[in-house]
């Protein structure tokens, strides 16, 4: 693990006192003060007025109680989370999580490292997160429905479009942003159609945010591979999950020519050297909600499935971990080490290890941080943001290319960013410093508040 500046070490040592119990959110924060270090020995002046310790606190933390009523008329309690983090660059904007995983301490490592991908897209959006530890797997549409009018209920008296702009996250996709959005209509007398992004394209929606934050992902690697004259076409990929981020990430690969040999879920992951069937795929998990299991039942020749193994066993040049906080362990990296990896790209929140990061980056292997390579799914929230308040709706393709400026643009930030403080190379240290910069110099900007 890479050693804290002894001038930041007292600043995470608060933030261990005061957060205790919050792992991911320690771990966050922790990866980007170790960058800071070369920051503060290039500009003394960051390290003034409690503008790291500030960037470090949330500006505010919402905790409620949701109440709601399942199919067999039992009233059910789940709590909901939103935080507020930094709202330095526009207002607060990120996801809403619905998993059982979702505590206090999970909410702000995102909303952390929401703050710094927002600033990297060069869009005017801060940093937000929010979510539930409601379990949508098994549920009705008329559960979820009540689920999210009674989350929104709440929710509602603390966003806006120039307040809080939540979009979807895991377990919160289209269906779900539908219902909130329409609580929240029926509540607030308003049709504020950039209150939350991620919605239906028959109201208000934009095209490609679907596609937007696995086909970012692919571009950021893409960029990333040209440094070293290399391309997606004829590689082996492995992507880890298979929702939304996933799934897109598998259709921009195989567009640019690359071979999907693994993907899953939670239950286990299928394998097919013949290379994934992306419609089986979707089918299975868009249409039917099934697990991946069912793929290798019905694709049957050329299919593994194992369950409950771990995918990065399976050899590739590139890895797409697209699924989860921490799911790439440092075992998981000197195997795909092991199997000559050449690049790995974070689709997900923080999908690798402290430990994973850094065998990855002593083997030399390509690394894209989630916080730039993820970015391209709130850059086309932004991008709705923008359609939404000049009552325009713009086409695919043009949506696309924004979206492929964005992602090359961050890309090039980070790398620069990483050479002109002496670390080539070196897109984690890059991110979060390119990042830090931008949210800093607005902070200072406005003064101590």
Same mark, same amino acid.
């Given at each position: 693990? @890479?050693?804290?500046?002894?001038?930041?070490?007292?600043?995470?040592?608060?933030?261990?006192?005061?957060?205790?119990?919050?792992?991911?959110?320690?771990?966050?924060?922790?990866?980007?003060?170790?960058?800071?270090?070369?920051?503060?020995?290039?500009?003394?002046?960051?390290?003034?007025?409690?503008?790291?310790?500030?960037?470090?606190?949330?500006?505010?933390?919402?905790?409620?109680?949701?109440?709601?009523?399942?199919?067999?008329?039992?009233?059910?309690?789940?709590?909901?989370?939103?935080?507020?983090?930094?709202?330095?660059?526009?207002?607060?904007?990120?996801?809403?999580?619905?998993?059982?995983?979702?505590?206090?301490?999970?909410?702000?490592?995102?909303?952390?490292?929401?703050?710094?991908?927002?600033?990297?897209?060069?869009?005017?959006?801060?940093?937000?997160?929010?979510?539930?530890?409601?379990?949508?797997?098994?549920?009705?549409?008329?559960?979820?429905?009540?689920?999210?009018?009674?989350?929104?209920?709440?929710?509602?008296?603390?966003?806006?479009?120039?307040?809080?702009?939540?979009?979807?996250?895991?377990?919160?996709?289209?269906?779900?942003?539908?219902?909130?959005?329409?609580?929240?209509?029926?509540?607030?007398?308003?049709?504020?159609?950039?209150?939350?992004?991620?919605?239906?394209?028959?109201?208000?929606?934009?095209?490609?945010?679907?596609?937007?934050?696995?086909?970012?992902?692919?571009?950021?690697?893409?960029?990333?591979?040209?440094?070293?004259?290399?391309?997606?076409?004829?590689?082996?990929?492995?992507?880890?999950?298979?929702?939304?981020?996933?799934?897109?990430?598998?259709?921009?690969?195989?567009?640019?020519?690359?071979?999907?040999?693994?993907?899953?879920?939670?239950?286990?992951?299928?394998?097919?050297?013949?290379?994934?069937?992306?419609?089986?795929?979707?089918?299975?998990?868009?249409?039917?909600?099934?697990?991946?299991?069912?793929?290798?039942?019905?694709?049957?020749?050329?299919?593994?499935?194992?369950?409950?193994?771990?995918?990065?066993?399976?050899?590739?040049?590139?890895?797409?971990?697209?699924?989860?906080?921490?799911?790439?362990?440092?075992?998981?990296?000197?195997?795909?080490?092991?199997?000559?990896?050449?690049?790995?790209?974070?689709?997900?929140?923080?999908?690798? @290890?402290?430990?994973?990061?850094?065998?990855?980056?002593?083997?030399?292997?390509?690394?894209?941080?989630?916080?730039?390579?993820?970015?391209?799914?709130?850059?086309?929230?932004?991008?709705?943001?923008?359609?939404?308040?000049?009552?325009?709706?713009?086409?695919?393709?043009?949506?696309?290319?924004?979206?492929?400026?964005?992602?090359?643009?961050?890309?090039?930030?980070?790398?620069? @960013?990483?050479?002109?403080?002496?670390?080539?190379?070196?897109?984690?240290?890059?991110?979060?410093?390119?990042?830090?910069?931008?949210?800093?110099?607005?902070?200072?900007?406005?003064?101590?508040?």
């Amino acid at each position: 693990m @890479t050693q804290i500046d002894e001038k930041i070490e007292p600043i995470f040592a608060e933030v261990l006192r005061r957060n205790a119990g919050e792992p991911e959110f320690h771990q966050a924060v922790r990866e980007v003060l170790e960058s800071l270090g070369r920051v503060i020995a290039k500009h003394p002046d960051y390290a003034n007025d409690a503008l790291i310790e500030r960037i470090c606190e949330p500006e505010r933390q919402i905790i409620f109680r949701v109440p709601w009523v399942d199919d067999k008329g039992q009233v059910q309690i789940n709590r909901g989370f939103r935080v507020q983090f930094n709202s330095a660059l526009g207002p607060y904007k990120g996801g809403i999580r619905f998993h059982p995983s979702v505590n206090l301490g999970i909410v702000k490592f995102l909303g952390f490292e929401q703050t710094f991908k927002n600033a990297l897209t060069g869009m005017p959006i801060g940093g937000g997160k929010g979510g539930s530890d409601f379990d949508p797997r098994g549920r009705s549409d008329g559960e979820i429905m009540r689920f999210c009018q009674s989350f929104m209920t709440e929710l509602y008296r603390h966003i806006g479009e120039y307040t809080d702009v939540p979009a979807g996250d895991i377990g919160v996709g289209g269906r779900e942003i539908g219902y909130l959005f329409g609580q929240y209509k029926r509540l607030t007398n308003r049709y504020e159609a950039g209150v939350l992004t991620g919605k239906g394209l028959v109201y208000g929606g934009s095209r490609a945010r679907t596609e937007a934050t696995g086909y970012g992902a692919v571009y950021f690697v893409e960029r990333m591979l040209a440094t070293r004259k290399l391309e997606l076409a004829g590689k082996r990929v492995v992507v880890s999950g298979a929702g939304n981020v996933a799934i897109y990430t598998m259709e921009k690969i195989l567009a640019f020519g690359g071979k999907i040999v693994a993907c899953s879920d939670s239950s286990g992951y299928v394998s097919d050297e013949t290379g994934i069937d992306l419609g089986l795929v979707k089918e299975i998990k868009e249409v039917r909600r099934q697990r991946i299991s069912e793929y290798a039942r019905r694709k049957g020749t050329g299919t593994h499935y194992v369950e409950g193994g771990s995918i990065w066993d399976v050899p590739c040049d590139i890895a797409m971990p697209s699924a989860t906080q921490n799911e790439v362990t440092g075992k998981d990296a000197r195997a795909l080490v092991k199997n000559n990896v050449i690049a790995v790209g974070e689709g997900a929140n923080m999908p690798c @290890t402290p430990d994973a990061v850094n065998i990855f980056q002593n083997a030399g292997v390509l690394f894209a941080p989630g916080k730039a390579a993820n970015a391209g799914g709130v850059a086309t929230s932004a991008l709705e943001m923008q359609q939404n308040a000049s009552r325009d709706s713009w086409t695919f393709a043009r949506t696309e290319e924004r979206l492929a400026t964005i992602m090359r643009d961050i890309h090039d930030a980070c790398a620069e @960013t990483a050479e002109e403080y002496g670390a080539p190379g070196d897109y984690v240290l890059g991110a979060n410093i390119a990042g830090f910069v931008r949210v800093a110099e607005a902070m200072r900007a406005m003064g101590v508040v």
